[in-house]
């Protein structure tokens, strides 16, 4: 649901798992900052319900939930996607989501670089100094991507940062922004140049302007590939096309309650 009047968004995300016998709703606000703030881009908090009865069983800071399982989505899709021997990361964004794809990408992938860029250099600076391991802040998204082998772009650009021809041949892009119709982070060079993968159809032929406004074939969802059913391709250019869904968010909910629950 937009809120015109001051560029945000609220999104309700209702899931049920019958394999973890857990439900929730995620509630959770987006607002397009044309200028540095200190309120995050995107707040969320999570309702963790008892589904043999409907009542609430707790109310959870989701922020930090809604970092980490999106960070552990693009770490699937980059596992499968990724060139065998890719050594060099580029992350264009400094924001929340920017530090727990940095965490989760260096805790299992051996890159021997890792490159950052943002719009405001500041906050890449930042963010190298703030990270463990040496990062490079780079003075253009252009000579960030540059050879890079796996690009993420968790920006709130709303036209295009990451432009195919920057790109080399066979790298891996998780492209985690640009969550409405009217937004872009890649270009269409790229978009069509790639073997595009995403985590859902249906939400990203309505929800990403990345893909609406490329017309670009979706080749594949993530959860085929992890099936089985369709092929990865590390050997092509790639691109996963990352919405998130309501069930990473309550599979992701219920670890946390069960493990509090049971006092760790």
């Given at each position: 649901m937009p809120v015109q009047k001051y560029n945000g968004f609220l999104g309700v995300m209702p899931a049920y798992s019958a394999v973890d016998d857990a439900l929730t709703t995620k509630l959770v606000t987006f607002y397009e900052r044309k200028k540095d703030s200190s309120v995050h881009s995107h707040q969320a908090t999570v309702l963790l319900f008892d589904p043999r009865n409907g009542s609430l069983k707790v109310v959870m800071d989701g922020s930090v939930i809604t970092a980490k399982r999106t960070a552990a989505v693009s770490a699937i899709a980059t596992k499968?996607?990724?060139?065998?021997?890719?050594?060099?990361?580029?992350?264009?964004?400094?924001?929340?989501?920017?530090y727990s794809h940095y965490e989760i990408f260096t805790e299992l992938f051996s890159f021997k670089e890792v490159r950052i860029w943002?719009?405001?250099?500041?906050n890449a600076v930042k963010f190298a100094h703030s990270v463990k391991g040496p990062v490079q802040v780079c003075s253009s998204a252009q000579e960030a991507v540059t050879r890079a082998d796996v690009i993420i772009t968790v920006t709130m650009a709303t036209t295009p940062i990451l432009f195919g021809e920057?790109?080399?041949?066979?790298?891996?892009?998780?492209?985690v922004g640009a969550s409405r119709p009217d937004?872009?982070?890649?270009?269409?060079?790229?978009?069509?140049?790639?073997?595009?993968?995403?985590?859902?159809?249906?939400?990203?032929?309505?929800?990403?302007?990345?893909?609406?406004?490329?017309?670009?074939?979706?080749?594949?969802?993530?959860?085929?590939?992890?099936?089985?059913?369709?092929?990865?391709?590390?050997?092509?250019?790639?691109v996963f096309k990352s919405l998130g869904m309501a069930i990473e968010d309550t599979v992701a909910a219920k670890l946390v309650y069960d493990s509090w629950s049971a006092g760790n």
């Open positions: 499968f996607l990724m060139p065998a021997d890719a050594e060099v990361l580029c992350i264009l964004g400094a924001g929340v989501q920017a943002n719009r405001t250099k500041e920057w790109v080399k041949s066979g790298a891996h892009i998780n492209a937004w872009r982070e890649l270009d269409d060079d790229m978009m069509k140049n790639s073997v595009l993968y995403v985590d859902s159809r249906e939400a990203a032929l309505n929800e990403s302007g990345d893909v609406i406004l490329s017309r670009a074939e979706i080749f594949a969802e993530l959860g085929e590939v992890v099936k089985g059913t369709k092929p990865a391709l590390p050997e092509k250019t790639t």
